[in-house]
């Protein structure tokens, strides 16, 4: 009777461990990003370029990669959303009634979902060389939008399959043809599609090796679509192997940019998904 | 009459646009494979399959692509990775299902979603500044003699905790379907709740920890930014936990600079990325499958 007692106590020990662990690894991690970061922020850090090379230059800031960083996110998720809302509303609208088929579909963006980014962004080298198309603003907007597609469809999918299967019976048995359906739907899943937003611009942000064939970098702010831009996981993942001590800092700013920005973007998301779920009909 | 027939003729071609959209981005994972494949078939012809996969001789100078060391960097790293993650996150999973408050649940899970919006990049600085440093200082001193911290233990840790929100949000979601009766029953004959744990809840998850195992190593496998910057990329097969390791996304991200100046070798790098491709499509596919089985069944 004690000793199942004692395995008792100590597997609970061990999982509370665990969990300390685990969810204590998201402070490590936040705490050595902000402590490191925080001595080398400054206003010039987001109002200003890098001067004399982002490698080696010891002035400016890294304004560069964040207009890029932001060019690219939101080129993506726009060109992203623009293909994914059709596709999500073609498998619950369209095809709802052939489970096959709409199965075979929401499998294969369960499998794009899974690609890692580095295959994507050699993908989206093939397409740019095919194209003709150099290392430029244009090539990393491809790239990360190939990425945040199935992003897109997963969480537009999920969030449609919430809405209630009557409000578009109701609109059909009115009369109204299924793309009028489907509009009534969009319009109720308003939210979602912001968290779909959200999620993707994240990733689109965030990611590095989708971006590192295609995007090139830049120590300027790109002018237009085929310049090369920098982005800010990518002006972290150069500048962090310079020898110079003040670049190396802009580095760490940039990773604690980064953070926060990306941080805001996960609460945000997780706010709207929970107050989502709370007005579910 | 006729503004019916317009009605009905945009939603006919609304329909087709559509389709279009969907089968153009489910084309996608053939394309990419077919794309990678069609920028590989130089070096294939060139060596065999057989010898691009367990020659280890990477002399691209050369014309030679032995990927065995980089096969060998890929399978430590995700080993160590899923060591670490995989019990700690079933631990974590049951905890938070089985034992903890639902205001406390409500405050740690949160986190666990905070850890999987943390960009790669994010994780691999973290990674240069504390793991590494931790190793060569605190772990490897312990064991050998020198190491510079850059190893794939480091990678291994790294990846572990990029894993970790995947694995236990998937258990959770797994473990919250197991019927209470099942728990009840097994309660009320005396089992202890470890006892119900280990007998009756794990049996019952089994599959979907599988599932979750698998989905986690085809993370583990194309991840790249992270394990490129604390792996020390050295092109030997690992033989210590302390040894530097060189994981294929590594290798690609790390020589797209010089790929295209070298004969075959942008070529012997898409191949790498090919190898990823097909290993990461069989895992997902599996997985996925395992997964969509278990809901039908709850559905039923």
Known sequence: MIKRKIEELFFKVLMILATIIVTGSFFLIVGTIFSKGIPYMNLDMITKIPGGG??????????????????IACGATVLGLIISIPVAIY?????????????????????????????????????????????????????????????????????????PGELRDA???????????????????????????????????????????????????????HEPAATLPLAIFFQLGSPVEEVQGRAYASALILTIVVLIITVL????????????? | MILQRIRFLK????????????????????????????????????????????????????????????IMGTLWVTAIAIIIALPLSILTSLYLVEYAHAKIKRILIPFVNLLSGIPPVIYGVWGVLFIVPLIQEHIAPHF?????????????IVLAIMIFPLIVSIITEVLTTIPQELK??????????????????????????????VLAISRAFGETIAVLMVCGNNAVVPHSVFDTGYPLPALIANNYGEMMSIPLYDSALMFAALLLFIIILLFNIISRVILARLERNLTK
């Open chain 1, 54 to 71: 982002f490698y080696i230059g010891k002035e400016g800031g890294v304004l560069n990669a964040i207009i890029g960083s932001l060019y």
């Open chain 1, 91 to 163: 498998i619950n609208m369209y095809i709802d009634g052939e489970k096959f088929k709409s199965n075979l579909i929401r499998l294969a963006f369960d499998v794009l979902f899974g690609i890692p980014s580095i295959v994507y962004g050699a993908f989206g080298f093939l397409i740019m060389v095919y194209f003709g198309i150099r290392a430029s603003l244009l090539g990393g907007i491809i790239a990360v939008t190939l990425l945040v597609i199935p992003i897109l469809v997963r969480t537009l999918d999920e969030v449609i399959r919430t809405v």
């Open chain 1, 171 to 225: 609109a059909l048995s009115l009369g109204a043809t299924r793309w009028e359906a489907a509009k009534v739907i969009l319009r109720q899943i308003r939210p979602g599609i912001f968290t779909a937003i959200l999620l993707s611009f994240g990733r689109g942000i965030g990611d590095v090796a989708s971006v590192l064939f295609t995007a090139g970098f830049s120590d300027n702010i790109p002018t237009s679509l």
């Open chain 1, 269 to 281: 998301a997780e706010l709207l998904i929970k107050k989502f779920s709370k007005h579910k009909i």
């Open chain 2, 11 to 70: 939603d006919k071609f609304i329909s087709k646009l559509m389709l279009v959209f969907t089968l153009a981005s489910v084309s996608l994972v053939f394309v990419i494979g077919i794309g990678l494949y069609y920028r590989s078939i130089p070096v294939l012809n060139k060596l065999s399959w057989f010898d691009l996969l367990t020659k280890s001789d990477w002399k691209p100078m050369k014309g030679l692509f032995g990927f065995y060391p980089f």
């Open chain 2, 144 to 156: 050998i003699e020198f190491s510079t911290g850059y190893s794939v233990l480091a990678g291994g």
């Open chain 2, 184 to 213: 009840d029953a097994s309660l009320s004959i005396g089992a202890t709740k470890w006892e119900t744990i280990k007998k009756v809840i794990i049996r019952k998850a089994t599959p979907g920890i599988i599932a979750a195992t």
